[in-house]
């Protein structure tokens, strides 16, 4: 491994603007998956860009699950990183294999690349197990190590736990659980804690109030708002997969018009072509 610092000034200054925006505000973060995508949300006025790892691997013709290796990720980010100048922050799902040096390698690689953030989370495969916290805190100590010797100390290590996405034990005990494990976590160093599939208010509010770190949610549709999960305490707001779903969606509504009914009315009110053309450098 590469144990030079790896990142220059541009990078350390988008990771203290992440930092500031992770801290100082409610960060709503559209997830992208590819450059394309990455530049739209940008022009849309986003203030960071966020990866998702689902529409990352679909965009590469895998199943989202820790199915991409760390090469295949880490061309998507640089390619999203040369794309626009916000900071980026990326979703190493488990950390491209089970061990601190895989997770320290990883997080190199990252910072190496550009990225000024990460979530990490401590399932070892879609729908568990978790790792135990003595594992995890040990991933989570390797993360923080690796950004330090990659000469990025800054960048964000936003600790994902799946005790509610997958629903990882008796209902009543998971939000005591994801408590212990923030604790642990940020003992560990994370800067933050993600509990996709929390979005129970009361529960996050609970959690916001015993959280040492700043609480992540994502929002799905039909669920509370950004306004609502404010309220509670939430600091940070994603979609996940949801933008790549909804892009997909328009996708094949279009296909489908075009194939039964010969006509075009999905294409109506598209980006302009010459305005999707100068969002990217020559």
């Known amino acids: 491994m590469d144990n030079s610092p790896s990142t220059d000034a541009t990078t350390t200054k988008k990771a203290d603007l992440f930092r500031k925006l992770s801290t100082d505000s409610v960060l709503l973060l559209p997830n992208a998956w590819d450059a394309a995508s990455a530049a739209v949300i940008a022009a849309a006025g986003a203030s960071a860009i966020a990866t998702t790892s689902g529409g990352v691997s679909w965009s590469l013709g895998r199943g989202d699950g820790q199915h991409l290796t760390r090469d295949e990720m880490l061309q998507a980010v640089q390619r999203i990183v040369n794309t626009v100048d916000l900071p980026v922050t990326v979703d190493i799902e488990g950390g491209y294999g089970p061990t601190p040096e895989d997770v320290a390698q990883t997080i190199q690689a990252v910072a190496k690349a550009g990225a000024v953030g990460v979530n990490l989370e401590d399932s070892q495969a879609v729908g568990g197990p978790l790792f135990d916290l003595t594992d995890q805190t040990a991933r989570l100590h390797a993360a923080r190590e690796a950004a330090a010797t990659a000469g990025l100390p800054e960048l964000f290590v936003n600790a994902r736990t799946d005790v509610f996405l997958f629903a990882i034990g008796p209902a009543p005990d998971r939000l005591n659980e994801v408590i212990k494990r923030t604790a642990a976590y940020a003992e560990a160093g994370a800067d933050g804690i993600f509990v996709p599939g929390l979005l129970d208010l009361d529960a996050l509010a609970t959690l916001c109030a015993e959280s040492p770190l700043p609480v992540n949610a994502m929002a799905v549709a039909g669920g509370p708002t ?19 779903q909804t892009a997909y969606t328009a996708a094949r509504r279009a296909a489908e018009e075009l194939l039964t009914t010969g006509t075009y009315e999905t294409l109506t009110n598209s980006l302009d072509f010459t305005e999707l053309n100068t969002l990217f450098h020559p």
């Open 226 to 244: 950004v306004a609502e999960l404010t309220q509670a305490g939430v600091r940070r707001i994603s979609l996940g997969t949801a933008l790549a």
